[in-house]
C-alpha cells in the first residue's frame, strides 16, 4: 500500500492567519506504486494543457475542468480510497489551552477526571472555549508553547492565566467555574510544574496544525492498512522543509517494527485500547511534484477541496471528480463542529441510558475519593514546596 499526501493552508506556528483558518491534509491510497505504474499517463494528462506538471494553483479553474475527466478516468482504473484530515486552527488552539494548563499529570488542582476522561475533557475544552478564551488569549498561550526562551515562555504563561481568571465569572455552571478557578491559580502559583517550552526549533513545530494532521493521517493510514490487510510500504510527502525533520523523527517513532506486538493503552472510559503502533515497517520520504503523479493527483484533489471549504466554485467535470473522491475517502475533523457533533452524538447514548441507584452510587463515591486525592496532592505539593523554601532560607 502507497500514500502520497499533501498539505494546504501551511501557516505553521503562525496559528492567526485569518485567511487559512483551516489545515488540510489529504492523502490518496494505492494498491500499487502509482509513480511507477501511472508515471506516463499523468504526464500525458499535463501535456494535455500545455505544462510539464500538474500543479493546481497554476493550472487555475479553467484547466482544471478540462483534465478532470481524464483524471476520474484514471483514477477509476485503479482500486484507490483517499483520507482527508481537516483541522481548525482555532480549536486547535482551545485544545492547545487545555494541555497547557490542564493536564492533571503536571496541574495537581485538577480532578483526574476533568483531564483523563476524554469526554469530560472535550466538555471543558468547549466551555473555555465559548466563555473564558478570547483571541488574545489564546494568541498568548500559542506565544507561550512556541517561545524561544524559556523565560519568556513563563511570561506568557503566568499572563495567559492570569487574562483567563478574570474570566471564568463568565461560565454558566459553578462546578466548573471551580475547577477552572483552581486550575488556573494553581498554574499562576507554580509555573515551574509546568513543560511550557521546547529549546529546539523543529520541536516546536509539533504543536502546529502540520503535525497534528500528520498524526492524524498515520492514524486514517493505519485503518485503511487494517481494512485493506495490506503493510503501508511507503508515504510519500509533498516537500516541507520546515517539518520535515518533525514528520521524519514521529514516523520513526510510531513505525517501529518491534512495537507490532505492544498492546494497545487502555484509556479510561473508551472502549477500545489505542494503538500504539501504527504503519510498521513503512518508509517515509519527502518529494515534489515533478517528482512524484501521486503527490500531482492528490494536489489537483486538495485544490478543489479547499475551494469548496471557502465557499468558492469549481467546474461540473471538476465536481464530479470530487464527488468521486469522497465517496471513497475516510475523514478525521479535528474541528468545534466534527468533534462536537461526535461528543453529542456519543454522550447521548450516555445520557439516554437507564442509570441504577447502585451505580450512581458507585459514580459518587468514585468522584469524592477522587477529590480527597485531588486535595492530598496539592497539600502535599505546598508542604513540599514550603519545605524548600524554608531550608533555602536556612542555608
Known amino acids: 500500500m502507497w500514500a502520497y499526501v499533501d498539505e494546504t493552508g501551511n501557516t505553521l506556528n503562525n496559528l492567526f492567519d485569518e ?26 494528462i499535463a501535456k494535455k494543457v500545455g505544462v510539464d506538471a500538474l500543479h493546481a494553483n497554476v493550472l487555475g479553474v479553467a484547466k482544471i475542468e478540462q483534465i478532470a475527466p481524464d483524471l476520474l478516468k484514471l483514477l477509476k482504473k485503479t482500486d484507490c480510497r483517499f483520507f482527508i484530515s481537516r483541522v481548525e486552527k482555532k480549536y486547535l488552539a482551545a485544545c492547545k489551552v487545555i494541555d497547557v494548563y490542564f493536564d492533571q499529570g503536571e496541574n495537581k488542582a485538577v480532578p483526574w ?26 494568541a498568548i498561550v500559542w506565544d507561550c ?32 467555574r471551580e475547577i477552572i478557578t483552581d486550575a488556573l491559580e494553581w498554574a499562576i502559583a507554580n509555573p515551574e510544574e509546568f513543560s511550557t517550552h521546547m529549546s529546539e526549533k523543529a520541536l516546536r513545530y509539533q504543536h502546529s496544525p502540520n503535525f497534528v494532521a500528520f498524526t492524524n493521517l498515520l492514524d486514517g493510514l493505519q485503518n485503511a492498512s487494517e481494512r485493506w490487510k495490506r503493510p503501508v510500504r511507503a508515504i ?12 521524519a523523527t514521529w ?39 515533478e517528482e512524484s503523479a501521486g503527490l500531482q493527483v492528490v494536489d489537483v484533489l486538495l485544490w478543489c477541496l479547499m475551494r469548496i471549504f471557502s465557499g468558492k466554485e469549481i467546474g461540473q467535470e471538476a465536481e464530479k471528480l470530487l464527488s468521486w473522491v469522497m465517496h471513497r475517502a475516510f475523514q478525521n475533523d479535528f474541528s468545534f463542529e466534527g468533534v462536537g ?19 450512581l452510587a458507585e459514580g459518587q463515591k468514585l468522584v469524592e475519593d477522587m477529590e480527597a486525592k485531588r486535595q492530598a496532592l496539592v497539600a502535599a505539593h505546598a508542604s513540599q514546596k514550603s519545605g524548600k523554601v524554608t531550608e533555602g532560607m536556612a542555608t
Open 145 to 176: 508553547v512556541t517561545a524561544k526562551s524559556e523565560f519568556t515562555s513563563k511570561k506568557h504563561f503566568v499572563q495567559g492565566a492570569e487574562a483567563m481568571l478574570d474570566n471564568v465569572q463568565f461560565v454558566p455552571d459553578a462546578r466548573s
Open 19 to 44: 485567511d487559512q483558518p483551516l489545515f488540510v491534509t489529504a492523502a490518496f491510497i494505492t494498491k500499487t506504486n502509482f509513480d511507477l505504474v501511472a508515471k506516463s499517463s499523468i504526464a500525458a
Open 251 to 289: 514516523h520513526a517513532i510510531i513505525s517501529k517494527p518491534e512495537l507490532a506486538n505492544t498492546e494497545g493503552l487502555s484509556w479510561p472510559g473508551e472502549s477500545k485500547p489505542l494503538k500504539v503502533q501504527k504503519v510498521t515497517g513503512s518508509t517515509f520520504r519527502t518529494a515534489t511534484e
Open 236 to 247: 510519500i510527502h509533498d516537500k516541507q522543509a520546515e517539518v520535515e525533520k518533525a514528520f
Open 341 to 359: 457533533q461526535q461528543v453529542e452524538a456519543e454522550l447521548g447514548k450516555i445520557m439516554d441510558a437507564d442509570m441504577p441507584g447502585e451505580h
Open 113 to 138: 477526571s476533568a483531564y483523563w476522561l476524554r469526554h469530560l475533557r472535550l466538555l471543558l475544552t468547549f466551555k473555555m472555549a465559548s466563555f473564558v478564551i478570547t483571541p488574545e488569549i489564546a
